[in-house]
């Protein structure tokens, strides 16, 4: 246990659906990221946020938005998505520091898009 | 652009062997270096954090350095056992992201033989 959730853990979802991905962190940290893990490729960041503002957004498409409430809890609004949105779905957090920031990550959640 | 690769893409040794995995990154300025572990369809498991101004730090059988210099870490595993076998990540986050976007390689997946 890293002390980071991520819910549900295996979601399909046709093309029109619109659900969302949760993930929460017990660490008392203040920054969450969304990462996605596609076959045979690199870990790709999506967003980060800290302190609840967006820091980063990596050229994500609009079908994907983000949503950090607070720092304990960050979501991934998903609508009208591709197959090739198909992957494994991580979250992370950290504590900010000025030396850079120890990540720990969520065990994921694999989404299907059919 | 920063990138990291990681070499050999896959490995297989038999059970008892000290292994080395090698990463290698473009640019030197970066904050710290991490590696990670996930097994298949899991989450990441953060191993070691090495900040830029260390060269090296260990936990039980893991050692790794960095060498900034040449742009690249080594994670050195001891006495291997099966249960070592995953997939092994190596990250870095570059100067001027605030910390925060930090660059994955693609992996060392490991197989330890019994």
């Known amino acids: 246990e890293t002390g980071v959730t991520q819910t549900p853990r295996h979601l399909v979802m046709g093309m029109t659906n619109k659900k969302s991905l949760k993930c929460e962190q017990h660490l008392g940290h203040n920054a969450m990221y969304w990462y996605k893990q596609s076959a045979k490729k690199p870990l790709e960041l999506m967003f980060v946020?800290?302190?609840?503002?967006?820091?980063e957004n990596n050229s994500v498409p609009s079908r994907f938005s983000p949503e950090c409430p607070n720092s304990s809890h960050l979501f991934l609004h998903l609508h009208t998505l591709q197959p090739e949105d198909s992957a494994l779905y991580l979250c992370?957090?950290?504590?900010?520091?000025?030396?850079?920031?120890?990540?720990?990550f969520g065990p994921g959640t694999r989404l299907t898009v059919l | 652009k920063q990138e990291v690769t990681q070499i050999p893409a896959a490995l297989s040794v038999p059970e008892g062997e000290n292994l080395v995995l090698n990463c290698s990154f473009t640019?030197?300025?970066?904050?710290?270096l991490q590696w990670f572990r996930q097994d298949p369809g899991k989450g990441l498991t953060s191993l070691l954090l090495?900040?830029?101004s260390q060269r090296e730090q260990t936990s039980g059988r893991l050692n790794a350095s960095l060498d900034k210099s040449s742009g690249r870490s080594t994670l050195y595993i001891a006495a291997s056992q099966p249960g070592d076998s995953a997939t092994y990540l190596c990250a870095v986050t570059p100067w001027g992201t605030g910390g925060f976007k930090t660059i994955f390689g693609a992996g060392t997946r490991l197989f330890v033989k019994a």
């Open positions: 640019d030197s300025a970066i904050y710290n």
């Open positions: 992370a957090s950290s504590q900010r520091k000025v030396s850079g920031n120890e990540q720990f």
């Open positions: 090495i900040q830029s």
């Open positions: 946020y800290s302190l609840e503002e967006r820091v």
